[in-house]
């Protein structure tokens, strides 16, 4: 399977509470929910189409427990992103959880590169990583990513925890797709290619 990762982001990098404030989740972050008022239809389609795609979805625990606890309580027929996640596969990156709630749900806990290793090698489509800032992070430092799915918002928050962090891997990336939706926001896929080339000074 392609392991790709899908994140809204906004234009100064930042991914934390994009779909609304939860004070519980996000202590102190006050500008929360930046996201969801700059989705129109057609970016709307595009993202329910892009869940649809999952053969699996790979999760951070924060993630996994929001999404569990919204998403895997809704009945079939709720919505296509629903639909998916209640009804394909899903893993959680975490050395806590021992007991998941949510249906069709396996911990990886211990060797988490072999184990994400082995869900590659899986035939299939996409094994999805949605939101999970802190394991994006970490599957880009292991160079586990095969494409990677940013929805750039048109806002600056000015607030909260950013995707990429002020220091971490040099990464080179491939552009594969880029559109625009109605009301501003951005698809750009990327493919990581390795480091990226850095231009030497020469002599005048």
Known sequence: MKLTTNTQVSVDGVMQAN??????QDPGMERGGWARPLFDD???TFVNEFYQRADAFLFGRRTYDLFSGYWGV????SGPIADAMNTRPKYVAS???????WADTTVLSGDLAAAIGELKAKPGGE???????TLT????????VDEMNLLICPV???QGMRLFPETGPDIALDLVESRAFPKGITLQVYRPAGRPQYATATAD
């Open 127 to 133: 094994l999805q990583v949605h939101g999970s800032g």
């Open 156 to 158: 600056i928050v000015g």
């Open 137 to 144: 992070r970490w599957l880009l430092d292991n160079n586990l």
């Open 19 to 24: 779909g609304g404030r939860n004070e519980k």
């Open 74 to 77: 809704m009945d079939p027929g």
């Open 95 to 101: 050395t806590s959880l021992t007991d998941p709630q």
């Open 42 to 44: 057609e970016a709307m």
